[in-house]
């Protein structure tokens, strides 16, 4: 005949002690265990806020702080080629300008050599020797 151990053979009159002894390690265990379990779950719900907080930076960065630089950026890179055609065009107008006064002072020296009685033919006029001009503005 097979005799079964049942957890209540213990709770006779000699091992009653035992039994509540038992019961009692058991249920600290327990409490160790849950106060485990609750440490786990306040830091777990402590990272749980600080990755919300973190992917909504990510976003504020991604949707909204960069376009507004990279708009920045495109803004000022064409201002400045803008402002490179301005110069470069303003330049080629100078240069145009004194082109021409250095022409018309080229002209107004031949005719002057030529009506006080000197040829053009016989000497050369050197453009390079011309005063300096005025620098014109707009």
Do not use: W
């Not at 919300?52 to 803004?75: C, D, F, G, M, Q």
């Not at 033919?121 to 453009?127: A, D, E, H, M, R």
């Amino acid at each position: 005949m097979m005799t079964t151990h049942y957890p209540c053979s213990l709770a006779g009159l000699g091992r009653g002690g035992q039994q509540l002894q038992n019961c009692r390690k058991a249920y600290i265990e327990t409490i160790e265990l849950l106060v485990q379990l609750a440490n786990l779950q306040t830091a777990f719900v402590t990272l749980d806020h600080a990755l919300k907080v973190t992917n909504r930076r990510v976003n504020a960065l991604e949707n909204v702080v960069i376009p507004k630089i990279e708009n920045t950026i495109s803004y000022i890179k064409s201002e400045l080629d803008e402002l490179e055609r301005e110069e470069f065009f303003r330049l080629k107008k100078v240069q145009k300008n004194k082109a021409k006064h250095a022409e018309e002072a080229a002209k107004f020296k031949e005719k002057e050599m030529q009506a006080s009685g000197r040829g053009s033919s016989s000497t050369s006029t050197n453009l390079l020797a011309v005063g300096e001009d005025e620098d014109v503005l707009f």
